[in-house]
């Protein structure tokens, strides 16, 4: 696996203006342009998990099972296909292209400089919102211990406890991923099959009104109690949940061998998709009936609370805490990878391509940190409201990114056929029906933000972002910046091909796709 051309390559239209920009090993050995390969197979594959379970689930899902009922099960496994195909689009991308800018500059490469600009930009903006929301969780969580603490305290202490770990190397950050993922799994797993066993065996204590079982999830009204119109406002939360995701594209600038590790982390998808959401959901409502779960503190930790189990809700608010400081960890370093990528294409300040000794971007790290800082003001000032808010904004911009890795993967693979190019080690399913489908219920999630009178705010705040991001494209970005991103093309040639990167017409394009597609 070749290592110096990811980031030697990743904008090379920069590259004839200045000294550090020189392709191959001489950028290798720049000092402080260059990012480390630190992440290994463990670390990605448990980011890739834990990827799945954080905000959107512990303490989100309360908003959408309110929306719709025991339905919501049926919106996660959607938008969980969904989301998928988004995860292959971009998986094919990430093996032919492994560059720490991921999806921005996939976009700047296949669909032009404007929206390679729009869309990183627009990830940043995912990430910081989202980080908002996970620190404002992580204060209402604090809050089931210390309910006299003010929440702003808290997401304050958090930002710069957080920020400090990712300054330090890849590595360690990917160790600290690993273990707060581990715990999130472990705790989930247990979860339900100890919600299994009180299902099963009729436990029943504490004061809860009404006995466990699978019968709740239809006895409150149906499995639609607010009808099909509940279960579309829901899409709103559900998508907000799988938010962030996409951070498994990112990390193949840092991947060790991002051909083997990739693949594999998006495979597990649909995996955790029915485990973390739909499995587990399944049984908390099973548990406790949908119309109780409210939405003080985690759904987890109220639901058990009500069951009178001892020490189950500190056991759980402590699993909650770590799904959230998971959370803006991996936020912060999506954002700063991303960010550093846009740096490299002139459509960042150049000190955000720094890096320090340990191969971190450090100033990206410090923005951020200064970005959730509003997370406190916003904490301080209107407590109650911030997260449906936030979370209607993240939506929108989430839904925006995936858009745009999925018209970016429609244009690579269009190019791919008409150029001849070798076919694609880690290829996208069913295409491209799957990818104009994902493409239709995405845009249908957008419309149903402004559908709903409680996130149509998503709407006018995401017009008025890509508005300031157009502007400040035609305003700013000059030179090398206004050109396509050229990216080393890292797919392996097919046996008996001609010499390496020559151009074969009428390259094997389906027999490759079935030579190395995996399920």
């Given at each position: 696996m070749q290592q110096a051309p990811t980031e030697a390559s990743t904008a090379a239209p920069e590259n004839s203006g200045n000294a550090g920009g020189n392709v191959g090993a001489a950028v290798e050995k720049t000092v402080g342009t260059v990012l480390n390969r630190g992440l290994n197979v463990r670390h990605i594959r448990f980011m890739a998990l834990g990827s799945a379970i954080g905000t959107g689930l512990f303490y989100?899902?309360?908003?959408?099972?309110?929306?719709?009922?025991?339905?919501?099960?049926?919106?996660?496994?959607?938008?969980?296909?969904?989301v998928f195909m988004v995860m292959r689009a971009l998986g094919e991308m990430a093996v032919r292209h492994p560059v720490s800018g991921s999806f921005g500059q996939y976009a700047s490469r296949y669909l032009g400089p404007l929206a390679g600009f729009v869309t990183g930009w627009t990830y940043v903006f995912e990430m910081a919102i989202v980080a908002i929301a996970d620190v404002t969780a992580f204060s209402i969580y604090m809050g089931f211990w210390f309910p006299q603490v003010d929440r702003w305290i808290w997401v304050l202490a958090i930002i710069f406890f957080l920020a400090a770990l990712n300054l330090l190397s890849v590595k360690v950050f990917g160790e600290l991923e690993f273990w707060f993922s581990?715990?999130?799994?472990?705790?989930?797993?247990?979860?339900?099959?100890?919600?299994?066993?009180i299902i099963v065996f009729g436990f029943q204590a504490g004061g809860a009104t009404v006995a466990p079982g699978i019968g709740n999830l239809v006895e409150h009204g149906g499995m639609f109690p607010n009808g099909f119109e509940g279960l579309l406002a829901s899409f709103a939360v559900v998508m907000f949940a799988f938010g962030g995701i996409e951070t498994i594209g990112v990390t193949a600038g840092e991947a060790a061998d991002p051909k083997q590790v990739i693949p594999k982390a998006v495979n597990t998808v649909p995996v955790r998709v029915l485990l973390f959401y739909v499995l587990t959901l399944g049984v908390l409502m099973s548990l406790f009936p949908w119309n109780e779960v409210g939405t003080n503190g985690s759904p987890f930790v109220q639901i058990f609370s009500g069951l009178g189990i001892p020490a189950a809700p500190h056991i759980l608010n402590a699993v909650v805490i770590t799904a959230a400081l998971s959370a803006i960890n991996s936020d912060i370093f999506g954002a700063g990878?991303?960010?550093?990528?846009?740096?490299?294409?002139?459509?960042?300040?150049?000190?955000?391509?720094?890096?320090?000794?340990?191969?971190?971007p450090w100033m990206t790290v410090v923005m951020m940190a200064?970005?959730?800082l509003v997370g406190v003001v916003l904490n301080a000032v209107m407590p109650k409201d911030v997260f449906l808010l936030i979370a209607s904004i993240a939506t929108f911009a989430t839904v925006w990114v995936w858009v745009m890795i999925l018209a970016s993967h429609v244009a690579m693979k269009r190019e791919i056929a008409r150029k001849g190019l070798p076919a694609s080690e880690f290829p996208s399913l069913w295409w491209p029906a799957a990818?104009?489908?994902?493409?239709a219920f995405m845009a249908m999630v957008i419309v149903i933000l402004g559908a709903f009178e409680d996130s149509r705010v998503a709407l006018y705040v995401g017009a008025v972002w890509l508005g300031v991001l157009v502007l400040a494209y035609r305003l700013w970005v000059r030179g090398h910046g206004r050109a396509r991103a050229e990216l080393a093309d890292e797919t392996a040639p097919l046996p008996g091909a001609q010499v390496p990167g020559a151009q074969v017409p009428g390259a094997q394009t389906a027999p490759a796709d079935a030579a190395y597609g995996r399920p």
């Open positions: 989100g899902s309360a908003s959408a099972i309110q929306k719709a009922g025991p339905a919501v099960l049926l919106a996660y496994m959607i938008g969980g296909a969904a581990l715990i999130k799994v472990v705790a989930i797993v247990a979860m339900i099959a100890g919600g299994a066993a990878r991303i960010l550093f990528g846009l740096s490299r294409q002139g459509h960042a300040p150049a000190s955000f391509g720094k890096v320090s000794r340990h191969g971190v200064a970005v959730l990818s104009i489908l994902t493409i």
